[in-house]
């Protein structure tokens, strides 16, 4: 029996170059960033027990993940379980990943996010020679979110965190679109409390070649041509965790 799984896998591996990586492969990469203080106050809404790890005085979006994906579907996700994560591999650049891709949740360790992105998407992207290590995985997400300064580019349209301010999807989209003539996919939280829908996560996505592309091809809601779950209006772009 060992012996023709043996076979078998030695012809997958003859037939198609690189078998190990299974039926793993992707189109684009989805580079997603968080509003921090729209993901904490939803972790918040979620568990009266729960706490955040924000900095008092955040004023940056940070990284949610770095997402191999086949259009049209979710993943591929955990590409090569034998590769764990190893907290070592980043120390040097563990300072500047506390800051732009810290865990928000009080609850989990200061490393869960990381290896968390790293098992289920990271062992994905390093299919790619750029991305083939954690140390460049988290060192794109860090390349990135100072490349793509959400504050920066929503700031330009006069958009900012505000608790009251209420904007347009297409506003949002436009910013993001006019800085880097892509389209972006835009993601709201529904906070029952305040009846608002909460501007999450902002995702620009990328070919293979790591250069951008539009994101209408990946999953999350499509409508009016304006990618993403958010309505039309009455969007909030919370200031502080209320
Ligand atoms: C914001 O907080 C960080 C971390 O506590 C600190 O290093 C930085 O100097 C602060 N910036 C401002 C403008 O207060
Ligand atoms: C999976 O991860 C292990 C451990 O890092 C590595 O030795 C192996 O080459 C990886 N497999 C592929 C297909 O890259």
């Known amino acids: 029996m060992k012996f023709l799984l043996y076979l078998a896998l030695v012809r997958s591996l003859l037939v198609h170059g690189r078998a190990s990586w299974g039926n793993v492969d992707w189109d684009v990469i989805i580079f997603t960033q968080q509003w921090p203080i729209t993901s904490c106050i939803n972790h918040l809404a979620h568990n009266p027990k ?42 040097n650049i563990e300072p500047y990943l506390i800051k732009y891709w810290g865990n928000i949740f009080g609850e989990d360790s200061r490393t869960s996010l990381w290896s968390h992105e790293w098992k289920k998407h990271g062992t994905c992207a390093a299919q790619l020679p750029s991305l083939n290590s954690e ?49 972006p996919s835009i993601d709201c939280i529904y906070n029952k409390k305040t009846k608002q829908h909460e501007l999450s996560q902002i995702k620009l996505c990328f070919d293979r070649s790591l250069h951008l592309v539009d994101c209408d091809g990946i999953i999350g809601g499509n409508e009016a ?18």
């Open 50 to 91: 729960a706490s955040c790890n924000l900095f008092p005085n955040m004023t940056s979006w940070t990284v949610h993940g770095i997402w191999p994906t086949k259009l049209g579907t979710i993943g591929p996700n955990y590409c090569n379980k034998s590769w764990d994560f190893q907290e070592s591999e980043i120390l």
């Open 135 to 183: 140390k460049k995985y988290f060192e794109k997400g860090l390349e990135w979110v100072t490349q793509y300064d959400y504050v920066a580019v929503l700031g330009q349209h006069k958009i900012y965190p505000d608790d009251v301010q209420t904007y347009t999807r297409e506003a949002i989209f436009a910013a993001v679109k006019d800085m880097f003539g892509v389209d």
């Open 225 to 242: 041509k304006v990618l993403g779950n958010c309505p039309h209006k009455g969007i909030t772009y919370p200031a502080s965790v209320r």
